[in-house]
């Protein structure tokens, strides 16, 4: 069982930046793919940035391609994305999830296959 708490989330400023942060519990975390969704009011839940067990892949949607940065620390066990020059289209929940496999399992979907699910965290730009 693997357990995912988000925290970072909050208001801030269009332009300006935000950090969020996934603590991830059990041992297998290094085995793990790890990437963050999101969902704005009232729409479907979207794919917003994976990376790989070690670090050494990343995938973005189009929307943040350039603007978000996702990180992980296998030595404690979190994945973190650094989202930069932040616009109001991107306020939502953000959502860490986990899973065995990285590829297109993670960006061809709302992520309706991901193992396991953190609760989210709110994020809002203001114009």
């Known amino acids: 069982q693997v357990q995912l708490v988000e925290s970072g989330g909050g208001l801030v400023q269009a332009g300006g930046s935000l950090r969020l942060s996934c603590a991830a519990s059990g041992r297998t975390f290094s085995t793990w793919a790890m990437g963050w969704f999101r969902q704005a009011s009232g729409k479907e839940r979207e794919f917003v940035a994976v990376?790989?067990?070690?670090?050494?892949?990343?995938h973005y949607a189009d929307s943040v391609k350039g603007r978000f940065t996702i990180s992980r620390d296998n030595a404690k066990n979190s994945v973190y994305l650094q989202m930069n020059s932040l616009k109001p289209e991107d306020t939502a929940v953000y959502y860490c999830a986990a899973d065995p496999m990285y590829g297109s399992n993670w960006y061809r979907g709302p992520g309706h296959g991901m193992t396991y699910w953190g609760k989210g965290t709110l994020v809002t730009v203001s114009p």
């Open positions: 990376i790989n067990n070690n670090g050494a892949f990343t």
